[in-house]
């Protein structure tokens, strides 16, 4: 039940949130089409990315929002797992904002920033204007209680940025176990459950 959670189980829960969201915006993934509102790389585009960022050069072009395009989506999103630790990098194109959300820090960390940004200029090239971005420096996620929720809470925070709220009302127990029944409900039928509806 305290189980730390693993990439499939991060990067099929995040794939659900994006699905179900689009829905919502009536988005259909045609070829040439229009970039989405919201996506999220699954982790392994993080363990790429810190290698080489030429390895993700062109995983936004694959869903259509490559180049320039990024900056028509909404939200984008990218779960980070450094040290068998999950954080989550929220990214608002056309807000030109980035946020770090860190169950276990107050702070921000700033390799990870520095490369989130060094992707953003390789992605945009000239349309790239550092000027413009701007990264939330408050620590909005709520802190974990234990050493195995910071998966659950990257998923919490990604579902309350998805619904426009704010990461520091997620509700905090001690393994987080109402949340993860829910994330587990949903994973199993394929589709967001309960309250996460």
């Given at each position: 039940p305290l189980a730390w959670l693993n990439d499939n189980i991060v990067n099929e829960y995040m794939n659900l949130l994006i699905d179900h969201e689009k829905r919502k915006a009536g988005y259909v993934h045609r070829k040439n089409g229009p970039a989405p509102p919201v996506h999220a790389f699954p982790s392994q585009w993080w363990v790429s990315a810190s290698r080489d960022l030429k390895s993700v050069q062109?995983?936004?072009?694959?869903?259509?929002?490559?180049?320039?395009?990024?900056?028509?989506?909404?939200?984008?999103?990218?779960?980070?797992?450094?040290?068998?630790?999950?954080?989550?990098?929220?990214?608002?194109?056309?807000?030109?904002?980035?946020?770090?959300?860190?169950?276990?820090?107050?702070?921000?960390d700033a390799q990870i920033l520095q490369k989130v940004f060094e992707w953003l200029q390789q992605e945009l090239g000239a349309d790239f204007i550092a000027s413009e971005w701007n990264v939330i420096e408050k620590q909005r996620s709520m802190r974990q209680q234990n050493g195995s929720d910071c998966g659950v809470f990257t998923?919490?925070?990604?579902?309350?940025?998805?619904?426009?709220?704010?990461?520091?009302?997620?509700?905090?127990?001690?393994?987080?176990?109402?949340?993860r029944r829910i994330i587990a409900a949903s994973l199993i039928s394929g589709k967001l459950q309960g309250e996460l509806e």
């Open positions: 062109r995983w936004a072009t694959r869903k259509q929002f490559g180049g320039k395009n990024l900056l028509d989506v909404k939200l984008l999103f990218i779960p980070v797992c450094v040290k068998s630790h999950w954080r989550l990098i929220a990214i608002k194109p056309q807000e030109r904002i980035i946020e770090y959300l860190d169950s276990l820090s107050s702070g921000q998923c919490l925070n990604a579902l309350a940025l998805l619904r426009g709220e704010d990461p520091d009302l997620v509700e905090v127990d001690n393994g987080m176990h109402n949340a």
